[in-house]
């Protein structure tokens, strides 16, 4: 690589460097110390991790005789169509919860108090939650005539969000206020749509996924 093609990288390196800066010193001002910044960002991905998984895994080892058992809904459509599987929701549940557990078990092994408690309760909600969340995504997609596999860019990143968030919500909703905070809903906002293309993106050049989305 030419020095003038490797002082562009540092250059623009260097300008994200302090892009990031910038942006925790305005974070600071406005009385968030960037301890607590860091927290909430790994406290979202620990309270999400049991329901961004199954969505993969349910890719990975979906397949066979669909939900909705290739009824079609009074539209004449399919209710759910043939991307949402009995064998994906099961395995994507059961690799939601298995997540949980191992996260429940690690929390207790090395001390982690500082982030989120999981219960088996708020696992097995976030993991059920994230698929029935999918599942009703699917059902309103299929009534506005959009066929299997299609882009709906907001809903398909935010289904699972809507349904684990909801879940827990409703069943248990003294946890989902124990541990969600502002900062931290921010943060699952922010990083699902970017966990979301990029899981996707992978999925799709190792041939798991039909579409990049
Ligand atoms: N999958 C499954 N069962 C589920 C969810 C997903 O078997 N409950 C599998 C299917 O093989 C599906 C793939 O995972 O095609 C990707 O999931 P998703 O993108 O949610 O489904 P789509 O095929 O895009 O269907 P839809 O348009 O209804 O979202
Ligand atoms: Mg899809």
Not at 137 to 143: E, G, H, L, Q, V
Not at 185 to 211: A, C, D, Q, S, W
Request: overall charge positive; hydrophobic content about 55%; some cysteine.
């Amino acid at each position: 690589m030419s020095t003038v093609a490797q002082f562009s990288i540092i250059f623009r390196l260097s300008n994200l460097n302090v892009c990031i800066c910038c942006l925790l010193q305005v974070l600071e001002c406005c009385f968030i110390s960037i301890d607590l910044i860091i927290l909430s960002l790994l406290s979202a991905v620990w309270i999400m991790l049991p329901a961004y998984l199954p969505n993969p895994i349910a890719a990975l080892f979906g397949g066979g005789t669909p939900v909705d058992l290739g009824r079609n809904f009074s539209d004449g459509k399919r209710v759910f169509g043939d991307g949402k599987t009995f064998r994906g929701l099961i395995v994507g549940i059961l690799a939601g919860i298995g997540i949980g557990i191992v996260q429940i078990l690690a929390s207790g092994a090395f001390g982690w108090e500082n982030l989120p408690e999981q219960t088996y309760m708020s696992i097995t909600l976030l993991a059920t939650g994230a698929l029935l969340g999918d599942l009703c995504k699917s059902f309103f997609k299929r009534r506005l005539g959009k066929e299997r596999g299609t882009k709906w860019p907001v809903a398909d990143m935010y289904d699972l969000v809507a349904g684990a968030l909801l879940m827990v919500l409703v069943f248990d909703s003294a946890w989902f206020f124990a541990n969600m905070t502002l900062l931290i809903f921010i943060f699952i906002l922010i990083l699902t749509p970017i966990l979301h293309r990029g899981i996707n993106i992978i999925g799709y050049h190792l041939k798991i996924k039909e579409v990049p989305w």
